[in-house]
């Protein structure tokens, strides 16, 4: 007994220690690891960040672009992307179960055929796939896109949201604002480009730990996104819509190769409009054909848009005399050149020098330089005018055009408009000099930067870009250009609009291929550079109408002048205005003056004001959210006023019969995606009235002239009448 309990004591001990060094190894692993954090080689404490750390992100948006008044030219919106789930683990209806009708159901909604869908979906399933996109036509939806897919209630079929960008004008100025999607394929493009370190924005993120103390305790690992900044234009869209419509009509009817335009303020440099066509709507980017900004990049000779410079110069050298004679028809230059030749290759005989420019006689531009201004000033004086150099607008790729010196028949042929070449934009702002008692500015389009925060983070300023002439001979140059205009030889009669008093310069431009000018009709770029009133001008407009398909009864002045003549009536229509008191609703909505700021009040106010008939109210509230025109825009007499109010939803009216204006400040007050066909009245509405409608949704609009809406109401009323007595 006594050696049993012996041998049972010592294991005793021995087993204590076991237990005694084990706890010992064990708590100075413990220990260690306290102190190191570590184990194999593995950081715990980031181990355990992995696991229980989760991260938020916080979206942001991209800055909008703007008009002068606010209108939102290019914005970031809700967008929708759908995907397929298709693994079972995600329990009862939430999985794609049937990929023949999923497909049969959901293929017209993302543009996809049927069979193309089923197939997708049957082998995403059968290789164990967790979920898959849907390709192009399920990204980017609309919210009412989003809405049909909804009521279809597919099992397995999940909708995203994300944000795209969407330009709610569509084919609006869109060289100028560009598209922010193709910045890394084409480079710098419009505003889009140039802006996008001002424009771009940053995600922020939430960092958190679900074994914390909550999001509260947390805030240090909150970074909240930074938003892009705002970028506000020159750009009026009164003025830029009229000349979209105008261009869109002249593609329409002349089919011409390629058209510009620009108008501006003559007493600022702000540009009020700028468009190109081709041109192209920026939310659908697959479909662009030209990438140029014609206005600023294409330097092409200009024609005889540049005799109104060469004029200028004979007027500030006191060689110009109205009533002075030469003999017309042609021009030699020197025993190496060709002569010059006006149009009329036989000439008007021996005429004063006032009727030779009021009949773009070449022959007198000539002369002017080669026997009267000198070669060498005639340059300085068109170098003065900002031709051969960058204007320095703020847009990207301009071009600066060239200057051919050398010879005497390259003078000569300049004085006309042959041989050297200018841009669009340079053409504008020679001609604020003409139009601003010659004072030249600089043209410009950004009008200000603004943070999220409302701190101006860049202020556009007028700038004088030099004074070439007199203020006396920019007077006597634009009586002349009146002259073109309204008197009897004058080339620019069909600019002569009653009541607006416009003096500008027609221009034919022989157009050059393969080292050869072209010959036949409509084989010509085509331009007038004009203004208007000519005694104190508010616009400088200039418009170019290359190789457009004209009848044999037609001349180029013809698209040009429905371009230039509808642009002009609606500048000056909305510009030279006199200011309205903006307490006096109603007074602003019947004389036709300066719209008041209505946001904030009482929707029964306003009623009580405006004619029942100029108003119309979106939405059923009971203030006023928004309103189209927007405050300080000049109202046209009788000019429809929309107002939003505070309300959950919205319908569209039944607008038969509106004015393109006002059809367009509805989709500006409730954010459509709009698009347009025809011009003058409304004809017809994709969306019918008292539907509802949502943020980006697409509306088509059907545009006929009165004449035409007049008869297709008529046909209506007979049918009407016809069918009301067979009832009878």
């Known amino acids: 007994m006594e ?14 220690f076991l237990f005694i060094g084990a706890l010992f190894v064990l708590f100075g692993r413990m220990t260690y690891i306290q102190a190191t954090k570590e184990v194999k080689g593995h950081d715990l404490t980031v181990m355990a960040e992995e696991k229980y750390s989760r991260s938020q992100v916080i979206d942001s948006s991209r800055g909008s672009i703007l008009d ?13 992307n759908v995907v397929a789930v298709l693994s079972e683990n995600q329990g009862e209806n939430q999985f794609v179960k049937d990929p023949v009708k999923t497909a049969e159901e959901l293929s017209p909604f993302i543009d996809m055929e049927q069979n193309e869908l089923e197939g997708r979906l049957t082998d995403a399933i059968e290789s164990g796939r967790y979920q898959i996109e849907l390709g192009a036509g399920s990204r980017l939806l609309s919210y009412s896109e989003k809405e049909q897919i909804e009521k279809l209630k597919l099992p397995g079929i999940v909708i995203e949201e ?4 969407y330009y709610p004008k569509q084919t609006f100025a869109s060289h100028v604002i560009g598209q922010q999607s193709i910045l890394n394929s084409v480079g710098n493009m419009g505003l889009e480009g140039r802006m996008d370190d001002y424009l771009s924005s940053e995600d922020g993120h939430i960092e958190y730990t679900s074994l914390g103390k909550g999001l509260s305790a947390a805030s240090d690992r909150i970074t909240l996104p930074e938003n892009g900044a705002d970028i506000y234009t020159t750009l009026d869209t009164n003025i830029q819509a009229a000349l979209e419509q105008a261009m869109s009509q002249v593609e329409e009817e002349y089919a011409p190769e390629k058209m510009t335009a620009i108008a501006a303020d003559p007493r600022t440099g702000e540009i009020l409009a700028m468009s190109n066509r081709p041109s192209f709507n920026p939310n659908e980017y697959g479909e662009i054909e030209n990438y140029l900004n014609f206005a600023v990049q294409d330097a092409v000779e200009p024609g005889s848009t540049l005799k109104m410079f060469t004029l200028a110069a004979a007027i500030e050298e006191g060689v110009f005399q109205n009533d002075a004679k030469y003999k017309s028809g042609k021009y030699e230059i020197d025993a190496y050149s060709e002569d010059i030749r006006d149009v009329n290759r036989s000439g008007w005989g021996e005429i004063t020098y006032e009727e030779g420019f009021h009949r773009s006689s070449n022959v007198l531009m000539a002369k002017l330089v080669l026997e009267h201004i000198g070669i060498k000033p005639f340059y300085d004086y068109l170098e003065a005018f900002g031709f051969s150099q960058k204007t ?17 028949s390259d003078a000569a042929r300049t004085s006309f408009g042959q041989t050297s070449t200018a841009t669009p934009i340079q053409m504008v702002q020679g001609a604020m000099a003409i139009a601003n008692d010659g004072v030249m500015m600089k043209p410009y389009i950004l009008k200000g930067i603004e943070d999220e925060n409302g701190d101006q983070l860049f202020q556009g300023e007028s700038e004088i870009a030099g004074e070439p002439i007199s203020e006396d001979t920019a007077r006597q140059v634009r ?12 080339t620019g009669g069909k600019y002569n609009i009653q009541g607006l008093d416009v003096a ?13 000018y072209l010959k036949g009709h409509g084989q010509y770029l085509y331009s007038f550079l004009g203004m208007a009133p000519y005694e104190d001008p508010k616009v400088v407009l200039y418009v170019s109408v290359t190789k457009p398909n004209l009848a044999e009864d037609e001349s180029g002045n013809d698209p040009v002048s429905l371009i230039f003549n509808a642009v002009m009536q609606r500048s000056m229509s909305y510009m030279d205005l006199e200011p309205s008191d903006d307490d006096l609703i109603a007074e602003a909505g019947q004389k036709g003056l300066e719209m008041p700021d209505v946001t904030g009040m009482d929707l029964e106010r306003v009623l009580n004001e405006l004619d029942e008939d100029q108003l119309t109210v979106v939405g059923d ?4 959210e928004s309103q189209q025109p927007l405050p300080g825009t000049k109202l046209l007499e009788g000019e429809r006023v929309i107002v939003q109010t505070d309300s ?17 400040k509805i989709g500006a007050i409730l954010d459509l995606d709009m698009s347009y066909s025809g011009n003058g009245f409304l004809k017809e509405q994709s969306v019918p009235p008292d539907t509802p409608v949502a943020p980006g949704e697409a509306l088509s609009v059907e545009f006929v002239t009165r004449s035409e809406l007049q008869d297709i109401q008529q046909e209506q009323d007979d049918e009407e009448t016809d069918e009301n007595e067979s009832n009878e």
């Open 68 to 80: 002068r008044h606010g209108s939102v030219l290019a914005e970031d919106v809700p967008s929708y």
């Open 504 to 516: 500008g310069k027609t221009g034919t431009a022989q157009m050059v291929e393969n080292g050869q």
């Open 392 to 408: 320095g607008i703020d847009l990207d790729q301009e071009s600066a055009g060239q200057l051919e010196q050398g010879r005497r």
């Open 162 to 165: 994300t944000s795209r960008r």
């Open 3 to 16: 050696i049993k309990r012996a041998v049972t004591n010592k294991r005793a001990v021995l087993l204590l």
């Open 621 to 624: 509230g009971d203030t006023i």
């Open 479 to 490: 009586e002349l250009l009146r002259g073109v205009v309204d008197e009897e030889h004058g």
């Open 648 to 664: 959950e939803s919205y319908s569209l009216p039944d607008m038969t019969g509106w004015s393109y204006r006002d059809v367009m």
